[in-house]
């Protein structure tokens, strides 16, 4: 057998100092790129095929293979804690999870000033405020929990706020304009894929259908 030393996956696992009830807390918040990964897109794919949720994540999955471009190419280490998260082999500029926290706000914030499916919402900022506070939390756990600099987690989030913002250009002028062939394809037949930007309120437009298909049925079962 090796006696090579063992390496962690490091997708779900946050150390944080024994007793330390804030970096406990810290140590989920930093957890919450994989909760919206896994647990959002993932969720949306399965029970949504919104087109413009699978662009959202896609968006999201190039930002974060820019971000391992550019660690490779500046090579910055971990600050000196490093030793303590056995994260030393690793990179740290930019911050993978303040850059992705902050294409995620920065996204989310765009499509509901937009109003796509969301034009009904009253109070939008509340709604915005959500997704950049765990933004914030995101950088801050980073920095206090050791694995970044504030310089690296700053970094990240500028370069997350506008490939962010650069995305929802794209998606928005150029490839929404091929979203009816996607959806009239085998793909987007095969697997129920689908635009619903253009209506304004999607939960009040399947809310009203679904009781509408139900009186149907009752009312042919009568």
Not at 117 to 143: C, D, H, Q
Not at 203 to 221: C, G
């Amino acid at each position: 057998m090796s006696n090579a030393p063992l390496k962690a996956v490091t997708l779900t696992l946050v150390r944080y100092q024994k007793g330390d009830q804030v970096g406990h807390i810290l140590a989920w918040v930093s957890l919450i790129p994989v909760f919206i990964s896994l647990g959002g897109f993932l969720t949306h794919f399965i029970f949504r095929r919104e087109l413009h949720g699978m662009f959202f994540a896609l968006g999201l999955l190039i930002s974060q293979f820019i971000n391992g471009i550019i660690k490779t190419f500046v090579k910055q280490a971990r600050p000196e804690t490093c030793a303590l998260l056995d994260m030393c082999d690793s990179l740290g500029w930019p911050s993978s999870h303040a850059q992705y926290m902050f294409f995620f706000a920065v996204y989310f914030t765009l499509l509901t000033l937009d109003g796509i499916g969301l034009s009904e919402i009253k109070n939008n900022w509340a709604v915005n405020f959500f997704p950049w506070s765990l933004a914030v939390l995101t950088m801050y756990s980073r920095v206090y929990l050791g694995y970044h600099t504030f310089a690296q987690v700053f970094a990240g989030a500028v370069l997350g706020f506008f490939l962010g913002a650069g995305w929802y250009w794209v998606v928005t002028n150029v490839i929404s304009e091929y979203f009816p062939m996607i959806e009239e394809s085998m793909f987007g037949r095969m697997f129920y894929v689908k635009d619903t930007s253009h209506i304004r309120n999607v939960l009040k437009f399947e809310y009203e259908n679904a009781r509408a298909a139900r009186k149907n049925m009752d009312a042919k079962a009568d």
